[in-house]
Each structure stands twice: as structure tokens, then as C-alpha cells.
């Protein structure tokens, strides 16, 4: 019996083909990932940007509430971090365990800038109440732990969300790089856009649109950055036309 040299030729081709198939495909799911990394760059300075400008007009915002400039820096700076750390121990987990770390950034994101509009009411409303309650000499500890207690409590819901954007962030980037380590490339990237989103605030944005115009440009980063990380997660989740040939 004799073997068709006809087939065997044709069966060598189709492995060889299957076999430049697999490769295509890899070479697309990777060039995805090297496309996400930077697209994501981007994203994760206007987290930045957004985060350290909202904190720039909280603390002007506070400083007419509470009367003195020193104790509105004090205040929202550690009213500030302290949401920030409070997010990060908070949701850390639940972000390290969740398969779509995309839509837990996007909406942590809408907290922010669902917050970031409303404390254009909410804080002055808050610096009112507060002055009322203080009455006009307050004694020096209870003032210095109301500057405290204000910035945290009614900057909680944001505070807390943009603690957990970092972790969020970290675990997207870590996936579109194939799963190599990431933290100094997030926290360069986060901290490059927050000494834009300082200077812009404070210099141009400010001045140009005041408090409640520039907390209305950064809802919209944060807006921006929420659409965005959707739309490139639907863009990841669509598969490959080569991986399908495989």
C-alpha cells in the first residue's frame, strides 16, 4: 500500500498553516497589550490631574469656610490623605479579586465627579453650619479638630474613591502588559499628572473659570477617563479576526 505523497503534502501545509494561524494570533493579543499600555498612560495622568486639582480648589473652597488659609491647608491636606488611605485599605481587595477591574475604575471614577460637582454646593453649605455651630471665639482645640473633621467627612466619598482608582489602575495596566509589574510606571504616570492638575488649577483654571467652572472641568477629566477605560475595555474584550481563524 502505497502512501499519496499528494495528501501528505497537503496535510503538512494545513499544519503549517494552523501553526502561522496560533502565531498571528499571538502576535495581535500582544500587540493589544503594547497598544492598551500607552492608551492607558494617558488615563492614568488625568486621574492624577483631576485628583490633585480638586484638592487645590477644596482647599480655597475651605479656607472661606473656616476663615484662615493655614487651618483650610491643614485640614483638607489631611482630610485629604486620609481618605485616600481609608479608600486604598478599603477597596484593595475587592479590586484585586474582581475579574473587570475596568468597571470598578469607571465607576470610582463617577463617584469622584458625581462628589466633585456636588461639593460646589455642599462645602459651602458645610463652612456655614460649621461657623454657626463654632459660634464667634471658639476655643483653639475645638476649631482645629472641626478643620479636621470638615474636609474629611464631606470630602469622604471622593477622598475614598480616588484612593481606590490607584489600586485599579495598577491591576489594568499589570493586564495589558501580561501580567509584569507595574507600580512605578502607574504611580509616575498618576504623580506627572497631578503636578499639571496643581499648576493648571491654581494658575490658569482658577482664575480663568473659578471654583465652580474648574469643578466642573475636572468632573469632566474624570468623566473622560471613565468613558475612556470602557470603551477600551469593550475594544479588549472584542476578540481577535485571527484568533477566531485558530
Known amino acids: 500500500m502505497h502512501s499519496d505523497p499528494d495528501s501528505g503534502a497537503m496535510a503538512s501545509g494545513d499544519g503549517f498553516s494552523t501553526t502561522v494561524q496560533i502565531e498571528a494570533a499571538r502576535a495581535a493579543r500582544h500587540h493589544w497589550r503594547f497598544d492598551t499600555r500607552w492608551v492607558l498612560i494617558p488615563i492614568v495622568a488625568a486621574s492624577g490631574f483631576a485628583g490633585l486639582g480638586y484638592e487645590i480648589v477644596w482647599t480655597r473652597q475651605l479656607s472661606l469656610a473656616l476663615g484662615t488659609e493655614m487651618m483650610a491647608v491643614l485640614g483638607a491636606v489631611a482630610g485629604f490623605f486620609a481618605g485616600l488611605a481609608l479608600g486604598a485599605f478599603a477597596l ?6 474582581t475579574r473587570s477591574p475596568r468597571t470598578i475604575y469607571a465607576a470610582l471614577e463617577g463617584v469622584i465627579g458625581f462628589w466633585g460637582l456636588m461639593n460646589i454646593w455642599l462645602l459651602p453649605v458645610a463652612g456655614r ?118
Open 129 to 246: 453650619a460649621l461657623s454657626s455651630l463654632l459660634g464667634t471665639e471658639p476655643a483653639p482645640v475645638l476649631l482645629w479638630a472641626a478643620s479636621f473633621a470638615l474636609p474629611t467627612l464631606v470630602l469622604l466619598p471622593a477622598t475614598m474613591a480616588m484612593g481606590g482608582t490607584l489600586a485599579a489602575l495598577e491591576r489594568m495596566m499589570r493586564e495589558a502588559r501580561g501580567g509584569a509589574r507595574v507600580s512605578a510606571g502607574v504611580y509616575g504616570a498618576n504623580t506627572a499628572g497631578a503636578v499639571a492638575g496643581t499648576l493648571l488649577s491654581t494658575f490658569v483654571l482658577i482664575p480663568a473659570f473659578g471654583f465652580s467652572g474648574t469643578l466642573l472641568c475636572l468632573a469632566g477629566a474624570n468623566a473622560v477617563c471613565a468613558l475612556g477605560t470602557l470603551a477600551l475595555g469593550s475594544v479588549a474584550d472584542r476578540p481577535t479576526p485571527d484568533a477566531d481563524n485558530v
Open 92 to 97: 484593595d481587595g475587592a479590586i484585586r479579586r
